[in-house]
T-cell receptor, first 113, second 111 residues
Framework: GNSVTQMEGPVTLSEEAFLTINCTYTATGYPSLFWYVQYPGEGLQLLLK?????DKGSNKGFEATYRKETTSFHLEKGSVQVSDSAVYFCALSDIYNFNKFYFGSGTKLNVKP | NAGVTQTPKFQVLKTGQSMTLQCAQDMNHEYMSWYRQDPGMGLRLIHY???????DQGEVPNGYNVSRSTTEDFPLRLLSAAPSQTSVYFC??????????FGPGTRLTVL
C-alpha cells in the first residue's frame, strides 16, 4: 500500500540556518509527490510538488527533488526565516486514483531569531 | 472568492450525539474531500467526491456519511459521535489534477 514517512520533529533552527526535512515513501509505481505547509490555526497550503522522477519542485526558496532510487522527496531551504515556522507535511497521490492522498505525520519547524 | 469555508470552527459533542460539519467552495471545483488530522498521524482521507451525486470512501470512512447534492457543498455527517472521532477536520477541493485548496478546519471534541 501507499505510505509516507517523515522525520519526527520538532526541528528547531536559528534564523539563516540550512533546513532539511526528510521524507520517504512507499507506493505502487511513481506517484506525484507534494509538500504542504500549515501555519498555526490554518489549513494546509501547497508548497511545492513533483510529478515524475528527477523532477525538482521549488517555491519560496524551498526545494525538493523526486528521487525514485531512494524513494525520497526531502525538503530543503538554504536560509530559513522566522516566518517559516510551521508544520510541514509530505504527501503522495495514488497513481490509480488521484483523489486519494496519503500524508506523512508532519514535521514542526521552529525558527528562532 | 471566499475559497473553501468550513463551519463551525469549534464543536463539543457528547457521545451518541449527531452533527453535520459544513463545507462549501465557490471555485466551481469538481473534486472535494474530507480529512481528519490527529496528532502524530498526519491527515487521513475520510470520504471524497468527484462531482455532484458521486461520493466514495477514503482511508477511514467508518462512522461518517457524506452526500454531494450540489457542486458547492460537501457536508460530513456524524450519526452517533464517539470519543475516537475527536479530531481536527479539514475539507479540501480541487479541479482536475491541480492543487488542493484546504479550508481552515473544524476542531471537534467528543466527550
Amino acid at each position: 500500500g501507499n505510505s509516507v514517512t517523515q522525520m519526527e520533529g520538532p526541528v528547531t533552527l536559528s534564523e539563516e540556518a540550512f533546513l532539511t526535512i526528510n521524507c520517504t515513501y512507499t507506493a505502487t509505481g511513481y506517484p506525484s509527490l507534494f509538500w504542504y505547509v500549515q501555519y498555526p490555526g490554518e489549513g494546509l497550503q501547497l508548497l511545492l510538488k513533483a510529478t515524475k522522477a528527477d523532477d525538482k519542485g521549488s517555491n519560496k526558496g524551498f526545494e525538493a527533488t523526486y528521487r525514485k532510487e531512494t524513494t525520497s522527496f526531502h525538503l530543503e531551504k538554504g536560509s530559513v526565516q522566522v516566518s517559516d515556522s510551521a508544520v510541514y507535511f509530505c504527501a503522495l497521490s495514488d497513481i490509480y486514483n488521484f483523489n486519494k492522498f496519503y500524508f506523512g505525520s508532519g514535521t514542526k519547524l521552529n525558527v528562532k531569531p | 472568492n471566499a475559497g473553501v469555508t468550513q463551519t463551525p470552527k469549534f464543536q463539543v459533542l457528547k457521545t451518541g450525539q449527531s452533527m453535520t460539519l459544513q463545507c462549501a467552495q465557490d471555485m466551481n471545483h469538481e473534486y472535494m474531500s474530507w480529512y481528519r488530522q490527529d496528532p502524530g498521524m498526519g491527515l487521513r482521507l475520510i470520504h471524497y467526491s468527484v462531482g455532484a451525486g458521486i461520493t466514495d470512501q477514503g482511508e477511514v470512512p467508518n462512522g461518517y456519511n457524506v452526500s454531494r447534492s450540489t457542486t458547492e457543498d460537501f457536508p460530513l455527517r456524524l450519526l452517533s459521535a464517539a470519543p475516537s472521532q475527536t479530531s481536527v477536520y479539514f475539507c479540501a477541493s480541487r479541479v482536475g489534477g491541480r492543487e488542493q485548496f484546504f479550508g481552515p478546519g473544524t476542531r471537534l471534541t467528543v466527550l
